[in-house]
């Protein structure tokens, strides 16, 4: 079991360099396929920016597989969704853990028909706004980029992006491929996060 000093130390490590990265409130964080680790990133980072005194929301943004729920109790059925769709105030899809109770959390929200034409729209353009607006980081969880393009709308929109891999899984060229993708639309990719097998 990783020492919880040690784990605790690399986040802060990764919250400082977020933070030197210049003018940035939204951050994506993502991957090039499922299971190499990215909502566990996004959870802890967003976890590290609240704990050091900084309002931030984590926003489940993956609308075909979200997977937030299991890093955070709370018991609440409106997210993103319903905020971006029904044109709801955002505030009424926030939730806590009390565990982190300084942490705002957004759900994704029933899963719509159309995703990817939802992440596009201007309503979410509008929605990402108002969180900037709101906090100091806003931390999304998205799908991963070889899967789908919503990351990649995502990083076209938002201020930086996470690319996070996976030690002896994630092969070099997977990487490269989803490094470009984020660069091809001006993304920009702050920083690469390796995740051990164990």
């Known amino acids: 079991m990783k020492d919880k000093?040690?784990?605790n130390e690399q986040y802060r490590y990764l919250r400082t360099n977020v933070k030197f990265a210049g003018d940035v409130k939204s951050i994506i964080v993502t991957s090039s396929y499922f299971g190499e680790g990215k909502t566990?990133?996004?959870a802890n980072l967003a976890k590290s920016f609240a704990l050091s005194n900084h309002k931030t929301v984590i926003v489940d943004m993956d609308l075909r597989?979200?997977?937030l729920r299991k890093f955070y109790d709370v018991d609440t059925e409106i997210?993103?969704?319903n905020v971006v769709v029904n044109k709801m105030d955002y505030k009424l899809a926030i939730s806590h853990d009390e565990s982190v109770w300084d942490l705002d959390i957004i759900h994704a929200g029933a899963i719509p028909p159309n995703p990817n034409e939802l992440i596009s729209s201007d309503s979410m353009k509008n929605f990402i706004k108002i969180l900037e607006a709101n906090y100091d980081y806003v931390i999304i969880d998205t799908p991963?980029?070889?899967e789908y393009s919503d990351s990649i709308i995502l990083s076209a929109i938002c201020d930086a992006t996470i690319l996070v891999y996976k030690v002896g899984e994630t092969r070099k060229k997977d990487i490269i491929k989803s490094v470009e993708a984020i660069r091809n639309v001006k993304g920009n990719l702050i920083g690469l996060v390796k995740i051990n097998e164990k």
């Open 79 to 81: 997210g993103v969704t």
């Open 40 to 42: 566990s990133v996004a």
């Open 5 to 7: 000093n040690l784990f």
């Open 144 to 146: 991963p980029i070889e």
């Open 65 to 67: 597989r979200p997977s």
